[in-house]
């Protein structure tokens, strides 16, 4: 089981940026296969992009191009940079361990909010 605390959501004008982190407490954080998850008011949690501890990536199609996601593992930290936003990108974040099914997952952190205006 890990720990999660989200930061860096605001309000933003679309096409601006904003730069989330996730600070992971816990064991083993370096083997864990991490994700930037989302949920909009109304709709299902949904992953945003996934990194591996090597560092590969993966990422929604809604995002690929405007998401960019990394981590450093000395430093437990995970960060998902988003550029050229837009009103479809508001959203709680959430960070956590890659889960196939996020409805099953139950340590979820309290997210950071985001807020994309037209």
């Known amino acids: 089981q890990v720990h999660v605390v989200e930061s860096g959501g605001g309000l933003v004008q679309a096409g601006g940026s904003l730069r989330l982190s996730c600070s992971v407490s816990?064991?083993?954080?370096?083997?864990?296969?991490m994700a930037w998850y989302r949920q909009a008011p109304g709709k299902q949690r949904e992953l945003v992009a996934a990194?591996?501890?090597?560092?590969?990536?993966n990422y929604a199609d809604s995002v690929k191009g405007r998401f960019t996601i990394s981590r450093d593992n000395t430093k437990n930290t995970v960060w998902l940079q988003m550029n050229r936003l837009k009103p479809d990108d508001t959203a709680v974040y959430y960070c956590?361990?890659?889960?196939?099914?996020?409805?099953?997952?139950?340590?979820w952190g309290q997210g950071t909010q985001v807020t994309v205006s037209s």
């Open positions: 816990g064991s083993a954080f370096n083997v864990y296969l």
């Open positions: 956590a361990p890659y889960q196939a099914v996020p409805t099953k997952y139950d340590y």
């Open positions: 990194i591996a501890s090597g560092g590969s990536t």
